[in-house]
């Protein structure tokens, strides 16, 4: 083999060449033997390289230099090799991307054609009509491509096998005219951008019966993997209860017709749950695309039925379900379409958006089938593990389970052993009891955190709640960073802790202060196109006591959490905050008492507000409704954002205390109710003033005063400008200037134990946090045991003489990520009294390891 070097330049070119000019050539057997070595190490040191020829006996009278370049040259064709195999699939995706863009143009071609010749039959005849006297009037004329059709009482229809196989054909056609042509007119879904790197191209329904929702997208799965995860829809539509298969019948053309009883869960607690009795369709089409098509069966005869079920609503599927072709080159490109008739009219009014909204169903059922394939795509293309030591489909596993778990405790179905306490049908706060062997199974294991095991019982709190004018996300998010808020750290194990409280314990006390929480990151999915951000994490809480004896030698527990509908971009999307105890060394299969917060906004449409807009709580709630103006109180106000809240606690315990357990139980929801109603208040656009869209306190007259103490602080202690601008009359300019400040700056209190009180844009970002959670971080805590020792000898001197120069080093965000800075300085803060204030710290040149 000659031995050429492709992009090793003029010096590689010479080393490949012998003294007489020309190149080496290698023997078979020598280019065995170096592929072999390229394998065990593709880049070895000279040392090794000279141990190669040694133990090589057929490498001898090849010099280490020369094998320096072949070893060069094999690895500049395997980064070719890769490189061409990523352009190649790259460019497999964008044809198909591009026959997928080409083939949904046609479709609104002929929409458009379509809607205009119904527009030109609709002009000829407005002039001709008079005012309706009879039902008979031009409403067919009008509707006839919105499919406004009244629904007609049909004759029960024959449910024998040719009599499905009948409805199975009617509902394919219905189908398929629904995915790839006008039955329905479908609008782009507000906020979504179809291109090659987003979920795919997702539209909704304009002027049809019931909901619908329709995507369209490419997935690296072949058709029939893609057509078995969509058939298990347990797995990936998390509202979904069961689904099963009562009879399975073949066709003669090949196909498959299944009749299925499904069920799904109750959002809230203020509505049924559904049920479904449906016909499925299995066939292939002749150009190969595999098709699987549902819709509800109704007014059937001669065939198996489903009665109405007890504590369900009957609803409807219209001919809905999945076109899947065969993808040159491998993948699937898939048309979905969901098409339903939730029963609107047995809601409460407030909750019928929810049952109304096709936004809400593609959120929730379209987008998660795409979702759910892309994400097996990609577990199937990389086989690495999580940086918990977990594979990704055993982190999507355990947070289906808090899903699950929590629909299950929030639904409390009898059928699963729960009942439901009496009252006197006022209370605010429904309590359940489950003693059931298949709830309570795994659940009498010990955690390692010193919880006792003996539990025969779990009990379940739950209620809903109406929240007005704030955003669902940053409610969501204030839960999550600011626990300390609505916890109660007495009871914060919930499923263990209840155990512990004793006859004598006062519900909702509080034992100790908290002693703050880690997050530690599990799994982490952003959808950018879609605005979906949800984590899987574990959340370390420190220093937590459950009883008097325990406060002296308080311990740290560990929740498995999953948060969802975090960003305030994704139109539609409830937000979900949903935790369970766990053990410190958990398990797949550890047993899971899920309990947390679930918000579903009721107006699907757009939401004024910003995603990135925090607050401090604290000051909001000192200055009120009447105060936290700033000077840009000329901006917009948001509309008004309406949502519902549920909340579910569940504790377990030993069947002699239910009664003491329900009483805490009770009192434990109210007391959260009452602080979220609380946060919900100082988060709500009347009380964030000129804060409204920014996640900078600028505009407020506090945070301009403390910008100018520390413009003036730095200039008077080391003698320079800090900032470029050194007008001082300008406060608002002051501290937009340091908010934008590319060197991370925080303030500090000068407390025994420093906590922050104050950073720039750059200091929450390199901390990891926000305004809200930024006073639950200590100062010490962001250092390592060098960078702290450092600090105890440097603080004196920065109370002394007033600042100090801290040399590089490493501290930790927030979320514990390693931080590495060129260099620190810290300073005094002076108020106008010339009293010390706070000290500020500027990180330069940080970056995350």
Known sequence: MAMICKDGGKNNMQQGHMENGKYVRYTPEQVEALERLYHECPKPSSIRRQQFIRDCPILSNIEPKQIKVWFQNRRCREKQRKEASRLQAVNRKLTAM???????NDRLQKQVSHLVYENSYFRQHTPKTTLPTEDTSCESVVTIGQHHVTPQQHPPRDASPAGLLSIAEETLTEFLSKATGTAVEWVQMPGMKPGPDSIGIIAISHGCIGVAARACGLVGLEPTRVAEILKDRPSWFRDCRAVDVVNVLPTTNGGTIELLYMQLYAPTTLAPARDFWLLRYTSVLEDGSLVICERSLKNTQNGPSMPPVQHFVRAELLPSGYLIRPCE??????????????????????LRPLYESSTVLAQKTTMAALRQLRQIAQEVSQTNVSNCGRRPAALRALS?????????ALNGFTDEGWSVLGNDGMDDVT??????????????????????AVTNAVLCAKASMLLQNVPPAILLRFLREHRSEWADNGIDAYSAAAIKVGPCSLPGSRVGGFGGQVILPLAHTIEHEEALNQFLEVVKLESIAYSPEEAMMPRDIFLLQLCSGMDENAVGTCAELIFAPIDASFADDAPLLPSGFRIIPLDTGKEASSPNRTLDLASALEIGQAGNKGSNDSSASPGCVRSVMTIAFEFAFESHMQEHVASMARQYVRSIISSVQRVALALSPSNLGSLAGLRSPLGTPEAQTLARWIFQSYRVYLGVELLKSNNEAGGDSILKSLWHHSDAMMCCSLKALPVFTFANQAGLDMLETTLVALQDISLEKIFDDQGRKTLCTEFPQIMQQGFACLQGGICVSSMGRPISYERAVAWKVLNEEENAHCICFMFVNWSFV
């Open 98 to 104: 591009n026959k997928l863009l080409m083939e949904e």
């Open 329 to 350: 080159g491998g993948g699937s490109i898939i048309h979905i379409v969901d098409h339903l008739d939730l029963e609107p009219w047995s809601v409460p009014e407030v």
């Open 400 to 408: 289906q389970r808090l899903s699950r778990g929590f629909n299950e």
């Open 431 to 452: 309590i359940l009891v489950n003693s059931s062997p298949d709830k309570l199974m795994g659940l009498n294991l010990p955690f390692s955190n010193g919880f006792p």
